[in-house]
């Protein structure tokens, strides 16, 4: 099974700071790689798909990058609506891992 | 406008059961593959179980293989997750999600808490 591991776990920021957080995969998963945004007492909204295409209506300061077994999620100007946990998760040859999740919280 | 609702939540016994539904709308439910995720209290996600839009593949976590069954009813358009011999650790919100199958997941329900508690 793919372990995927999520890093930092908790980032401080404040708004306006570009953020960046890292997904790391044991083995190569291509680009199957989605990112989530959850915040306490809500669902989980899908903000990425295959590592880098955004979701219809998520705004464009988010940004995904990479493949194989390394990804990045990048927020470009941090708004007070961020601050939330972000999970991935890997979907690749029908089996599907989140990772453990990285918190973003205020400075 | 998709919408998953879910149901069945509850506190139970370990070593009892529970049914949990989703009900679907908004979409051609017959033509995605649906999923099971749930979240212990202050921890993280965990996918628990999928199924193909037939019914025809059926995965699921090691953590449930064999406790837990995954199934849907195409002409009702609901979801449903078996869940039996439960165990303190089952302890959860669980959501249902939607998705292309062998894909990620794109919507989501509200859940349905699961208590397991003696």
């Known amino acids: 099974d793919t372990q995927m591991t999520q890093s930092p776990s908790t980032l401080s920021a404040s708004v306006g700071d570009r953020v960046t957080m890292t997904c790391r995969a044991s083995?190569?998963?291509?680009?199957?790689l989605a990112w989530y945004q959850q915040k306490p007492g809500q669902a989980p909204k899908l903000l990425i798909y295959?590592?880098?295409h955004l979701e219809t209506g998520v705004p464009s300061r988010f940004s995904g990058s990479g493949s194989g077994t390394e990804f990045t999620l990048t927020i470009s100007s941090l708004q007070p609506d961020d601050f939330a946990t972000y999970y991935c998760l890997q979907y690749n040859s029908y089996s599907w891992t989140f990772g453990q999740g990285t918190k973003v919280e205020i400075k | 406008e998709v919408q998953l609702v879910e149901s069945g939540g509850g506190l139970v016994q370990p070593g009892t059961s529970l049914r949990l539904s989703c009900a679907a709308s908004?979409?051609?439910?017959?033509?995605?593959?649906m999923h099971w995720v749930r979240q212990a209290p202050g921890k993280g996600l965990e996918w628990v179980a999928g199924?193909?839009?037939?019914?025809?593949?059926?995965f699921y976590a090691d953590s449930v293989k064999g406790r837990f069954t995954i199934s849907r009813d195409n002409a009702k358009n609901s979801l449903f997750l078996q869940l039996n011999s439960l165990r303190l650790e089952d302890t959860a919100m669980y959501y249902c999600a939607k998705g292309v199958w062998n894909s990620y997941l794109q919507d989501w329900g509200q859940g349905t808490p699961v208590i397991v508690s003696s």
């Open positions: 083995q190569s998963i291509s680009s199957w």
């Open positions: 908004g979409f051609r439910f017959d033509d995605y593959g």
């Open positions: 295959k590592a880098s």
């Open positions: 199924i193909s839009w037939n019914s025809g593949s059926i």
